[in-house]
Structure formats: C-alpha cells, structure tokens
C-alpha cells in the first residue's frame, strides 16, 4: 500500500501559476504510475495527466500546453505545474498512484483545491 498527500493548492488569478505536490509514502519507483486527476463542483473526476513507471506521459485536452506532470522517484513525489491557469482550472485535485495485480488496483489522496478568480 500506498498514502499519498497532496499539497500546493490555493487561490489563484486567472493566468497565474501553480505547483502542486503529492507525497507517497513509499517508493513509487518501478511499481506505481502516478497522476493527477480533478473535480469541479457537480462533475465527475476526470483525467488531468499521468505518468507512467517508464517516464511516459499523457494529458487531458484542456491543459495540453498548459500544465507538466514530473515525478521523482528518488523523494517518492509527484508533481503538477500548472500555468495559464483558467478558472475551468477550478477543482479539487487528487494525487492517484496505481499498478496492475493483473486488474488494476488505485491508490488516492484526500485532494488540495485549486481555485482560480479574480
């Protein structure tokens, strides 16, 4: 098993920046792939960004451009930078880490909330 913690979120104004970081509680290295996930108020959670154990990468259409997924895997975290932000950007985000046992098995955290107004 795995506790991930998030932190960074906050207020921010529209073209602003942020830095979120989740902590694991253990390696994360080789075992689990690691991303972000969202939910705005009324919506369901959706895909922000992942990255997998191999280093690869993928990101929802809305933040291609805008937002970096990284992990490290030496500290154990995974990090979300995020520029532009929109106030569409405005959500709870969660820090998912997860593997295939063969069906996959998901970890979360508690969720930092990003909220971006002027």
């Known amino acids: 098993q795995v506790q991930l913690v998030e932190s960074g979120g906050g207020l921010v104004q529209p073209g602003g920046s942020l830095r979120l970081s989740c902590a694991a509680s253990?390696?994360?290295?080789?075992?689990?792939?690691t991303g972000w996930y969202r939910q705005a108020p009324g919506k369901q959670r959706e895909l922000v960004a992942r990255?997998?154990?191999?280093?690869?990468?993928n990101y929802a259409d809305s933040v291609k451009g805008r937002f970096t997924i990284s992990r490290d895997n030496a500290e154990n975290k995974v990090y979300l930078q995020m520029n532009s932000l929109k106030p569409e950007d405005t959500a709870v985000y969660y820090c998912?880490?997860?593997?295939?046992?063969?069906?996959?098995?998901?970890?979360w955290g508690k969720g930092t909330l990003v909220t971006v107004s002027s």
């Open positions: 998912n880490a997860y593997y295939f046992a063969p069906v996959r098995v998901d970890y």
């Open positions: 253990g390696s994360i290295a080789g075992i689990y792939n």
């Open positions: 990255v997998t154990t191999g280093g690869g990468t």
